[in-house]
């Protein structure tokens, strides 16, 4: 705040000097750097990327390389190999709303450097934030126009850049499209050479495209559904009871006084009648029921009396408080599943597990703090298409390919990948793409046997400007489709 004062002071001084349209328009400027800001203000006005440049003077391309691709029935997925960038620019020509679900693990902007891939944007100095910024805001804007309607976004980082990413997509996606902020659990103890505390965790911001999105549930295990489902089984299947009196606000006579009416019950041939089935019974040996909303304050039933006549055989009468109460049966055959949660518990999250998994895939170890495939499979499976386009483009070892392959495996879906990486330090023809291959051949690069294989195809591009090729076959539409005039 001082040193906008301080700039304040020196422009009224300038304008001491000026007259007529001149004044006007440091006054101009003088009230807009009083106004307060709320969110990101960052240089994006300094020396920009050099890729970046590039694409606004040539056009990118790209192009096949044929000697990589592999095929092995299932659907057709995509590696493109060279700055993400570029790639984006690329598939934002003939690719937007596209994509279903786009997951990115971006480098977190901290002191140390990963293997392979540096995790530090530039220098560890004030400017740090601002360029980091600079560098995610083009690529965010790219990805989001490349989103469906009912597309979402998943983006894993750390305390480094967590609350500056959250303002920045706040600002592209809108605040209102803000899902959640979960919290990975990475390790059980935690990194005994942080400073202060030992960290424990990372976050992954989601965001979707707008309200189109729906969001999957959780289907419950076995043991989940026997341990909700435990009060009784019928022909129908196993059930629990939930309450057919309402509580809370509405839950007055008063407020709803058709639904107030007697429900009769008889003890010994458990019977239930709904209000005037009683006329040619004998009351004497029936109770009769109705519901309170409190202690003697009369309430409303949840249902309506046609709904109580035409469900009569999911209804349950439980004694409580030396009172009978009315209840209703839920099949666990209806059961939807759970929410999601915010936490991801360390089964999913440990970053141990993705090195142990890419480490057996490899056959040596090759990248540091890949992500575990089961968590990149679990984020995929929360959005309910299950021919979902998937996007990475910040895909390093392969993870969310694998996790694209196993999913279609797991629930028959026929889901489709495009992964983006730079080839830093070989890493995408040395990890990338021989993981992947691995994954869907099921053998190693030295041949040893990893698995039975997975039902997919691998083709191969690489980025380049169309000034520099003299390959006429590149891509010039839909990628897809590119793909299958290939064939």
């Known amino acids: 705040m001082g040193n906008r004062q301080e700039l304040i002071r020196k422009i009224i001084a300038l304008k001491q000097s000026a007259s007529g349209l001149k004044a006007a328009v440091f006054d101009e400027v003088i009230e807009e750097l009083k106004q307060k800001k709320y969110g990101l203000v960052f240089d994006d006005e300094g020396k920009s990327e050099r890729i970046i440049d590039e694409c606004d003077s040539r056009m990118p391309i790209l192009i096949p390389d044929r000697t990589r691709t592999i095929k092995n029935d299932g659907e057709n997925n995509i590696l493109i190999e060279g700055d993400n960038y570029l790639s984006l620019k690329t598939l934002c020509r003939f690719n937007e709303e596209s994509i279903d679900v786009i997951y990115i693990d971006p480098p977190y902007n901290a002191k140390n450097y990963a ?12 400017s740090r934030h601002n360029r980091w910024l600079s560098f995610m805001d083009k690529r965010l804007r790219l990805a989001y126009s490349l989103l469906k309607q009912d597309g979402v ?9 967590m609350a500056n ?11 209102d499209n803000f899902m959640v902020n979960m919290v990975v659990m990475t390790s059980l103890n935690g990194k005994q050479s942080s400073s202060g505390f030992a960290q424990q965790h990372a976050y992954c911001l989601a965001y979707r495209k707008s309200d189109k999105f729906v969001l999957n549930q959780i ?13 009784g089984r019928d022909e129908k299947g196993r059930y629990y009871v939930e309450r057919l009196w309402k509580r809370g606000v509405g839950g007055l006579k008063s407020d709803a006084p058709t639904m107030h009416f007697p429900i009769w019950y008889n003890e010994k041939t458990d019977e239930i009648l709904i209000d005037d089935e009683i006329e040619e019974k004998d009351k004497r040996q029936y109770v009769k029921v109705i519901p309170y909303q409190s202690k003697n304050v009369l309430g409303r039933w949840i249902w309506s009396k046609e709904k109580m006549i035409k469900e009569k055989d999911r209804l349950v009468m439980i004694r409580s408080a030396n009172r009978w109460r009315l209840y209703k049966k839920v099949y666990a055959h209806g059961e939807k599943g759970r929410k999601p949660q915010s936490l991801i518990n360390s089964d999913l999250g440990r970053t141990e597990l993705g090195s142990l998994e890419l480490k057996d895939i490899m056959g040596e170890k090759s990248f540091e703090y890949p992500k575990y ?7 995929l499976s929360l959005h309910a298409n299950r021919n979902a386009i998937v996007l990475d483009f910040f895909a390093g070892s392969g993870t969310t390919g694998q996790a694209v392959l196993d999913l279609n495996d797991e629930d028959k879906g026929r889901r489709r990948f495009i992964l983006c990486t730079n080839n830093e330090n070989s890493i995408c023809e040395e990890v990338t793409y021989p993981r992947i291959k691995t994954i869907i051949t099921g053998k190693r690069s030295d041949g040893s046997k990893y ?7 691998l083709y191969y591009f690489k980025t380049g400007f169309e000034d520099e090729t003299d390959d006429p076959l590149y891509v010039k539409g839909n990628i897809f489709e590119f793909i299958d005039e290939l064939k």
């Open 115 to 126: 293997f392979m891939y540096k995790d530090s944007f530039v220098n560890y100095d004030g």
């Open 153 to 161: 976004m998943f983006i894993s980082i750390d305390e480094s850049e």
């Open 165 to 175: 990413l959250k303002l920045l997509c706040n600002e592209i996606f809108g605040e």
């Open 219 to 231: 289907p419950l295990s076995e043991e989940e559904l026997s341990s909700k489902y435990d009060y």
């Open 373 to 379: 495939s089961l968590f990149i499979k679990y984020l």
């Open 451 to 457: 698995s039975d294989g997975r039902k997919g195809s």
